[in-house]
């Protein structure tokens, strides 16, 4: 009986971690929040590029819809895109992979090219493997630096928040290629 249970125990942390060996399922959740409450929240600073592929055979940002007006506004208003963009450790596209940027964006300015953008910094190496951090901002891309808040995250960052500030390494307006630099600050338990 005791025996069945222990291994009942073993298959249930097989099966609810993520990669980063944080317990998953509403029992565990209750669990950390109750172990967290009265918790001091650490600084994790990231750096990493964003390679965002708009041209080619493999693009990793593609236009979902848009408007008949989209096509006549200079700011491209309307047009929403889905993106899964690579983040690597260095600028080179053959640097090692830290995890994807996997979400959402909108260009909503008549004004500027303004993009509201909601997407998540998916981890997938090392102790951050499988946790992800939720951002939702307004990105003005002709800004040289633009800033993005943290507003969530799941995993080791479960009730995060920080900010990540961005900068274009380079932008091909024939391609619309970039390569974006990112800056992550992010206050966790
Ligand atoms: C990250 O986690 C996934 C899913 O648990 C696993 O398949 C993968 O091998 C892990 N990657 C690394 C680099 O640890
Ligand atoms: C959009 O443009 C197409 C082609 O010009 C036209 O057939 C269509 O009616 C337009 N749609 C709207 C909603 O204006
Ligand atoms: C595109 O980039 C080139 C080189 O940076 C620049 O000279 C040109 O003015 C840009 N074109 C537009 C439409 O922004
Ligand atoms: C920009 O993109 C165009 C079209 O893909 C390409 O021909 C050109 O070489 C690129 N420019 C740079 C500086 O990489």
């Given at each position: 009986m005791e025996k069945h249970y222990i291994i009942l125990i073993l298959c249930s942390i097989l099966v609810f971690a993520n990669g980063n060996g944080v317990s998953q399922g509403p029992k565990a959740v209750r669990k950390w929040f109750k172990k967290h409450s009265n918790a001091k929240e650490k600084l994790t600073e990231f750096h990493f590029y964003l390679h965002d592929i708009v041209?080619?055979?493999?693009?990793t940002n593609i236009p979902v819809a848009m408007t008949n007006a989209t096509t006549q506004s200079p700011t491209y208003f309307g047009l929403i895109a889905a993106m899964d963009d690579l983040l690597t450790?260095?600028?080179?596209?053959?640097?090692k992979v830290v995890g994807r940027a996997s979400g959402l964006f909108g260009s909503s300015s008549l004004q500027e090219l303004g993009l509201h953008m909601t997407f998540n910094i998916v981890f997938t190496e090392g102790k951050y493997n499988g946790s992800m951090l939720a951002v939702s901002g307004y990105n003005?891309?002709?800004?040289?630096y633009r800033e993005l808040p943290i507003v969530g995250g799941s995993g080791v960052f479960r009730l995060a928040r920080g900010v990540a500030t961005l900068e274009n390494v380079w932008y091909n307006n024939t391609s619309g290629d970039a390569l974006v630099e990112y800056h992550v600050l992010v206050l966790h338990y």
């Open positions: 041209s080619g055979r493999n693009p450790e260095g600028p080179e596209p053959d640097s003005q891309f002709n800004n040289r």
